[in-house]
């Protein structure tokens, strides 16, 4: 309907017809390549864009891995090793399936009491630690020290017995009767 729109127009200008309708294919010519060309400058902008994606994930993993190797050579950087070992006396004194009381020198709710009392939780399993010491469904209590000191005063101030000290800051205690 434009098309015929326009003609009539360029005929009332005195343009001739088949001139304008040559110029016609030409205009629909022109458009249908600048329509294909931007369709393929739009695939290459996709490609473009999808390479951009790839690189920068294969960058990420590159750089996750590099991390994760880093991390591996360092070992245990939170010590879990270690504290399982210095655990080791106390889950062959303490019952396998008994709730077991928690105290420490050191402030559980620091990132390192907090860590200590983690491994120690971890240490022991099954047996379900429980922090601190004034719990009546405890027997048994796991003092787990950062600093040499008098555990027999310790356990006095507390209202345990002192049971046993398994070295490495690792002690023993009752509750009830004193030793």
Known sequence: ???????????????????????????????????????????????????????????????????????????????????????????????ARAPVGYVTDMDVATPRGLLAFSAARYALAPRLLVPGANTDAVGWVLGNFSQPQDYQAFAAQRGLAFSKDLGEGVVLFQKGARK
């Open 1 to 95: 309907m434009a098309f015929k729109n326009i003609l009539f127009s360029l005929r009332l200008h005195g343009v001739n017809a088949e001139a304008s309708a040559s110029s016609e294919a030409n205009a629909q010519a022109h458009a249908r390549n600048a329509y294909n060309l931007s369709h393929k400058q739009m695939g290459t902008s996709k490609i473009v864009l999808s390479a951009a994606v790839v690189l920068l994930a294969a960058a990420g993993l590159l750089d996750l891995y590099q991390i994760t190797a880093a991390q591996a050579q360092q070992g245990d950087p939170y010590q879990v090793e270690t504290q399982l070992m210095r655990m080791q006396a106390a889950v062959a004194a303490l019952p």
